[in-house]
């Protein structure tokens, strides 16, 4: 299914279709990964979402993205990554290194944009903390730890006594990679980032089942339309400037 897509929507057309060609025929591991990864991307956008594709259109400066999906108000442009960890490395590293990760896709993707475009970054993880489906409540707090920021507890001290002044409070830290701020500014630094969707293939006994999760940029210089979005699985989105996790 994923090669049928690909063939579709002319992923194997020209050169860069022959370089992709090359990368699924050949022995290099890290290449086919790269590379069936934009194919289950071009099968989940046009067969799961039902989405119009058009592949391999211009980013920033001389770089090729992987789509262009088709919206009435202007192309919404596709950047797929796989970052994975080894399994050794996975067992010793946690979550941690996972927010790590995906902190440095970030920064990667963000250079392959352009300013003044929708843009939105697929992230297949082969990472261990979205390998397996009972994590989904550790996925969320990854993916957000890593793009927006983390819950906090606040507990006022008493400076003479040292213990507590009141009741502690809760609120939130925007330390993900999405809420940087340049250097000396109060402005963001990957507004480019519109959204961020994290598609996971989940091995079954006898089917391979996929869960997608979307989170929207809060600073996004161009936000991802609505309506689109139909059997994302979890999406982190914006209303009446409060934000929080939607199930479709």
């Known amino acids: 299914m994923y090669l049928e897509s690909a063939f579709a929507c002319g992923m194997f057309d020209g050169d860069l279709g022959a370089d992709l060609r090359a990368r699924l025929a050949g022995r290099d591991d890290e290449n086919f990964l790269s590379g069936i990864t934009e194919c289950l991307t071009a099968w989940f956008l046009t067969r799961r979402l039902g989405l119009a594709v058009t592949p391999r259109p211009a980013g920033k400066e001389c770089s ?6 088709g919206a009435p108000d ?8 796989a970052p994975r960890r080894p399994v ?3 067992i010793a590293g946690g979550p941690i290194e996972d927010v790590d990760i995906i902190r440095r896709v970030i920064r990667q993707a963000n250079r392959q944009f352009k300013v003044g475009r929708r843009n939105l970054l697929v992230i297949v993880p082969k990472l261990i903390t979205f ?4 994590y989904e409540f550790l996925r969320r707090d990854i993916a957000l730890r890593a793009l927006i920021g983390e819950s906090t507890i606040r507990v006022p001290i008493d400076p003479g006594t040292g213990g507590p002044a009141g009741a502690p409070t809760g609120g939130f830290r925007y330390s993900g990679e999405l809420s940087k701020r340049k250097t000396g500014g109060k402005e963001r630094r990957f507004t480019r980032v519109s959204g961020v969707l994290f598609l996971l293939e989940h091995l079954q006994p006898t089917e391979i089942k996929h869960v997608a999760m979307l989170i929207h940029n ?14 994302i699985d979890d999406e982190f989105v914006g209303q009446d400037g409060r934000w929080s996790w939607r199930k479709s």
């Open 88 to 90: 050794a490395r996975a």
């Open 64 to 69: 090729i993205l992987e789509f262009a999906i």
């Open 218 to 231: 809060p600073f996004a210089a161009q936000a991802l339309p609505g309506g689109l979005w139909t059997g």
């Open 131 to 134: 390998l397996f489906p009972l």
């Open 74 to 81: 202007g192309d919404i442009l596709v950047e797929v990554k």
